[in-house]
């Protein structure tokens, strides 16, 4: 596709369930990120795919959230047992990846994550 | 290592200018200067690179001061559509590809 896709556009689930987000980078794109952005703030970093390269998940803020990107294509964020406070706009991103620093980042429209 | 920013709101006329800071508390390889429009993704404006250099984007522009290890963006005579939020996202030598963004910058152009 021409830009980062993302799906589900918005998703409300009930306290408790998991949750499964997608992301389809730029195509060519071998770096892939994943961000969260709480309503009125800004984004948070919560995990970085490069290549083979083991993923930077630095980020991650407890064990209920885990990512896998399949090759250098889609990408699944998963948050186990939602909890109220991960209500937010879930933001992927690609850029080349080519190994340089100072590449743009192409965001995603993100996906709306609404836990009752 | 998030950047800060300020200030948190401004509020211009068309036709005004304005500054926005983005300050780091450790050396910065790259600032990257995105905008958001609410309810929107945030859309890439410009990258500056360590050496201090001053990039374009229409009339808006930005400067790096390694130095001062920060960056400001300059809306010059600011239009309607520049009305948003605006995120810089910093990038440190020690974690390339990796960003960390301010909070964020509210900007309302008003006719």
């Known amino acids: 596709g021409a830009g980062v896709s993302q799906s589900p556009s918005n998703k409300v689930t009930e306290k408790g369930k998991d949750v499964e987000l997608r992301c389809d980078p730029i195509?060519?794109?071998?770096?892939l990120y994943w961000y969260r952005q709480r309503l009125g703030q800004g984004l948070e970093f919560l995990i970085y795919f490069q290549g083979n390269s083991a993923p930077d998940k630095s980020g991650l803020p407890s064990d209920r959230f885990s990512a896998e990107r399949t090759g250098e294509s889609v990408s699944t964020l998963t948050i186990q047992r939602t909890q109220q406070e991960d209500s937010a706009v879930y933001l992927c991103?690609?850029?080349?990846?080519?190994?340089?620093?100072?590449?743009?980042?192409?965001f995603g429209p993100g996906t709306r994550l609404l836990v009752l | 290592q998030q950047p800060v920013q300020s200030p948190q709101a401004v509020i211009l006329r068309e036709g005004e200018d304005a500054v926005i800071n983005c300050s780091s508390s450790?050396?910065?390889?790259?600032v990257h200067w995105y905008r958001q429009k609410h309810g929107e993704a945030p859309v890439f404006l410009m990258i500056?690179?360590?050496?201090?250099e001053q990039k374009g984007h229409e009339k808006i522009s930005a400067s790096f001061n390694e130095k001062k290890q920060q960056s400001s963006l300059y809306l010059t005579a600011s239009q309607l559509s520049y009305s948003g939020t605006y995120f810089c996202?910093?990038?440190?030598?020690?974690?390339?590809?990796?960003?960390?963004f301010g909070a964020g910058t509210q900007v309302v152009v008003t006719p």
């Open positions: 450790k050396a910065l390889y790259s």
């Open positions: 195509s060519g794109h071998t770096a």
């Open positions: 500056l690179l360590k050496g201090g």
């Open positions: 991103a690609s850029s080349l990846g080519d190994g340089g620093a100072g590449e743009t980042q192409y």
């Open positions: 996202g910093t990038e440190y030598s020690d974690s390339w590809g990796k960003l960390q």
